[in-house]
C-alpha cells in the first residue's frame, strides 16, 4: 500500500509512524486507519525493529480526533465497521510484541486519546491536551476509550472525563497517571526516540514478554497474574537472550541480543 494520509520511517530499530493530515489536525477516517494497520503489520513483521514511536506531523496535532466529515452520514453499520478498524489498529498498538511510545505533540482528542493509551508509554509535549469529547456530538468514544482509560486513571476519573467531554493539560493527564512525562516541545521527539533507543537495547523477548504480562495481568485475579509471571519469568531461562545477558552482566560488557 502506498501511504497517502501517514509517513512510516525506520531508522536502524526504531520506526516512526507519523499520522500526516496537519490540514484537519491529524484527523482519523478509514484511509487513515487502513494505512495504519498495514504500517503497523510491517513493523510487527520487521525482526529488526524494536521499538515505535507514533506522533501527529506539524505543531497543533497529535490526532484531534475522528473525521467528523466522514462519521457525520454514517449508518449503523457503517459507524460499527468504523469503531471495529480503530479497535484493530490500538488492539496491534497494545499487542504489538515491542515497545511503542506516543509522542503527543499537541491535541490528543477523542480518537487520539485513544490512540495514544494503546500505546505502552506517552510522552506529552507541555502544548498537548487531552479528552474525550465524544457525548458533544452525542456518542460515545469507539476505539476503546471507555475500557482503557477507566483502567489507566480508574473509573471515577475516566466517568468525569467521558461523561463530561471535558479537556485537560499535559500536566493533569501526567497528575493522573495517563502521561509518563512532560517536556517541552522542542524535546518532545528527542525524548520519545531517546527512550525508545534505550528500550531497543534490552532484551527484546524479555521486553515482548513484560509488555504481554502488564497487559493481561492488570485483568486478572492477581494470584492467577502472579503465577503467570512466575511461570514466564522461569520461561526466559530457556532463551538465549537470557544467558547472554546474564554472561555479559559477569562479564561486564554490553549485551549482544539476538531476540531469541
Known amino acids: 500500500m502506498e501511504f ?7 531508522d536502524a530499530d526504531i520506526a516512526t509512524l507519523t499520522v500526516n493530515r496537519p490540514s ?5 477516517n478509514r484511509q487513515t486507519l487502513l494505512e495504519m494497520k498495514q504500517a503497523l503489520w510491517e513493523i510487527w513483521q520487521d525482526e529488526n525493529c524494536r521499538a515505535l514511536v507514533i ?9 484531534a480526533g475522528a473525521d467528523i466529515s466522514g462519521m457525520a452520514q454514517m449508518g449503523v453499520q457503517e459507524a460499527l465497521e468504523f469503531a471495529e478498524l480503530g479497535h484493530t489498529v490500538t488492539n496491534m498498538i497494545e499487542t504489538m510484541p515491542k515497545a ?16 495514544a493509551i494503546s500505546c505502552d508509554v506517552i510522552i506529552a509535549s507541555s502544548r498537548a491536551v ?5 457525548v458533544k456530538l452525542g456518542i460515545i468514544p469507539g476505539f476503546g476509550g471507555t475500557i482503557r482509560l477507566a483502567r489507566l486513571i ?10 463530561s467531554g471535558k479537556t485537560y493539560t499535559a500536566q493533569e493527564a501526567l497528575q493522573y497517571g495517563l502521561v509518563s512525562k512532560v517536556v517541552e516541545p522542542e524535546n518532545l521527539m528527542k525524548e520519545a526516540l531517546d527512550l525508545a533507543k534505550t528500550i531497543a537495547s534490552r532484551g527484546p523477548v524479555a521486553v515482548k514478554a ?8 492488570i485483568s486478572m485475579p492477581l494470584m492467577q497474574a502472579l503465577r503467570l509471571e512466575a511461570v514466564t519469568f522461569a520461561n526466559l531461562f530457556a532463551t538465549q ?6 554472561k555479559a552482566f559477569l562479564e561486564k560488557r554490553n549485551p549482544s541480543f539476538q531476540g531469541k
Open 4 to 10: 497517502q494520509n501517514i509517513l512510516l520511517s525506520i
Open 24 to 28: 484537519v489536525l491529524n484527523a482519523l
Open 55 to 63: 506522533t501527529g506531523a506539524g505543531e497543533k496535532a497529535f490526532v
Open 100 to 115: 511503542v511510545i506516543a509522542a503527543v505533540n499537541g491535541y490528543a482528542l477523542g480518537g487520539g486519546t485513544e490512540l
Open 130 to 134: 487531552f479528552g474525550q469529547p465524544e
Open 154 to 163: 480508574g473509573r471515577a476519573k475516566a466517568m468525569e472525563w467521558i461523561l
Open 210 to 217: 513484560a509488555k504481554r504480562l502488564v497487559h493481561e495481568g
Open 241 to 246: 537472550d537470557q544467558k547472554e545477558g546474564m
